[in-house]
């Protein structure tokens, strides 16, 4: 089955500096990725997915890359305010309705102003 | 669209007891319900996938004697938790798909505590 690994588990940084957490997958077959925002206790919140037919979706401060050969993927936030920090799930599926978003493990932003 | 409830929103049983948590596709037809589970500070892990009138796929380590999934109705999905332990005190979240949807829409999750 598929198998997601997310990097870094914890990301520290200044009010306006960009953060970048990486997610790797294993299942060639994958082709929707998508990303999530979670605060505590809360539902998933999507940001922003991308499909493999696509490189890079950007959406104002947040972008996507994919890079579907090496089988991993990128979130991108710049310009970075308090507000962005929580925690950040990568996660990624094969197919269409019928199978589940698989998640990577997660990654703690911090945002310091 | 495409709102997905939970409830209850969070339980308190006592050990032994059983708990069932249901959760709904308010707006849309759900074929396929997942259910997941997420431990503090640990990331969503996927339980069972469920559709529409036929049996639930069960993740590898997952008990399915005490993990219960009906899928009853294209809007209704419930998870019975039986003999509950301490252990079994987490996050539980459902999601659904549509059937022509890449997106999972979420519950917004059930807290459960077992004393």
């Known amino acids: 089955g598929e198998n997601v690994e997310q990097h870094p588990s914890t990301l520290s940084v200044q009010e306006g500096d960009s953060a970048v957490i990486k997610c790797t997958y294993s299942d060639s077959a994958s082709n929707y990725f998508p990303w999530y925002k979670q605060e505590l206790g809360k539902r998933p919140q999507l940001i922003i997915d991308?499909?493999?037919?696509?490189g890079e979706k950007k959406d104002q401060r947040i972008a996507v890359t994919l890079n579907k050969t090496a089988k991993h993927f990128s979130l991108h936030i710049t310009e970075t305010q308090p507000e962005d920090s929580a925690v950040y799930f990568c996660?990624?599926?094969?197919?269409?309705?019928?199978?589940?978003?698989?998640f990577g493990k997660g990654t703690t932003l911090s945002v310091s102003s | 669209g495409a709102v997905v409830s939970q409830h209850p929103s969070w339980v308190i049983c006592k050990s032994g007891t059983s708990v069932k948590i249901e959760c709904r596709s308010l707006d849309f037809q759900a074929t396929t319900m997942f259910w997941y589970r997420q431990f503090p500070k640990q990331s969503l892990m996927l339980m069972a996938t469920?559709?529409?009138?036929?049996?639930?796929?069960?993740e590898q380590g997952v008990e399915k004697d005490k993990f219960l999934i009906n899928h009853a109705s294209l809007t209704l999905s419930t998870l019975t938790v039986t003999s509950a332990h301490p252990e079994d005190s987490s996050f539980y979240i459902c999601?659904?798909?549509?059937?022509?949807?890449?997106?999972?829409?979420f519950g917004p999750g059930t807290r459960l505590t077992v004393t």
């Open positions: 996660a990624a599926k094969a197919g269409q309705a019928g199978t589940a978003l698989i």
């Open positions: 999601s659904a798909a549509g059937p022509s949807s890449y997106e999972q829409y």
């Open positions: 469920s559709n529409e009138g036929s049996k639930a796929t069960y």
């Open positions: 991308i499909r493999s037919n696509v």
